[in-house]
């Protein structure tokens, strides 16, 4: 692996509280995959023997439910992590994963994992503590979906790619809208009108980006009383 790509690595949730010589034996049989947009990295069902680490570009995770319908689960991008679960219980994997821009990813081979944790009590410490930040996202996105209306999730989506905390911003959006829509929990045309409801909060879509006038007003319209900004949105 390249330089950049160990230093990705170990800024990762799934290595960042890690020893230093344990992240060593962690890479030193990982891979770098170079993926082209649309790819399947591994799909529901599949024994899952491997954990990723993105080093460029976005990934959808997403279920496929019994009807067809597709479920997204998680977009990941630059130094996060997706597959541990599955991979650290020698399980199946639970969802698909598929490249949604090109992309370069760091395999992990599992069973090396697995063997450390069972060498090193510090290394499963580590993993531990992962695991429960996954977990900590996990509920924050079950919370988001329960407790902001469709219009503060989109405000609060562009907020998280915004590269300034304050003042005018413009953001790039990093996929196409169906997958923004599916990844905030809504229908591609509910997330036209939660851009539409945006107009008044300063935000304007052209293409592919999103000028964001005023920053601080954005973000204290994401974070008010849903009942407040539901009503402040019709």
Not at 71 to 98: C, I, M, W
Not at 132 to 159: I, M, S
């Amino acid at each position: 692996m390249k330089p950049e790509h160990k230093k990705i690595a170990m800024n990762s949730l799934l290595l960042l509280r890690t020893p230093p010589d344990l992240v060593e034996t962690v890479l030193a049989s990982a891979r770098v995959l170079e993926l082209d947009r649309g790819a399947t990295i591994f799909l529901q069902g599949e024994q899952a023997n491997a954990i990723y680490i993105v080093a460029e570009g976005w990934v959808k995770i997403f279920r496929i439910a019994a009807n067809g319908a597709e479920a997204v689960v998680h977009v990941v991008t630059k130094s996060q992590s997706f597959g541990e679960a599955a991979s650290l219980r020698n399980d199946n994997y639970p969802v698909t994963a598929e490249a949604v821009t090109d992309t370069a990813l760091i395999r992990i081979d599992a069973e090396v994992l697995r063997r450390l944790i069972c060498e090193c009590p510090e290394f499963a410490m580590s993993i531990l503590a992962a695991t429960f930040q996954h977990l900590h996202e996990l509920v924050a996105q079950v919370e988001q979906l329960k407790a902001q209306t469709g219009a503060q999730r989109v405000a609060e989506f562009l907020l998280d790619l915004a590269p300034c905390e304050s003042g005018t911003c413009t953001v790039t959006l990093p996929y196409d809208k169906v997958l923004i829509a599916g990844r905030l929990g809504l229908k591609p045309e509910s997330l036209s009108r939660a851009f539409h409801k945006l107009r008044d909060k300063g935000v304007r879509i052209n293409q592919n980006h999103a000028l964001i006038d005023n920053v601080m007003s954005l973000r204290d319209y994401a974070e008010e009383d849903p009942a407040r900004a539901w009503a402040s949105s019709t």
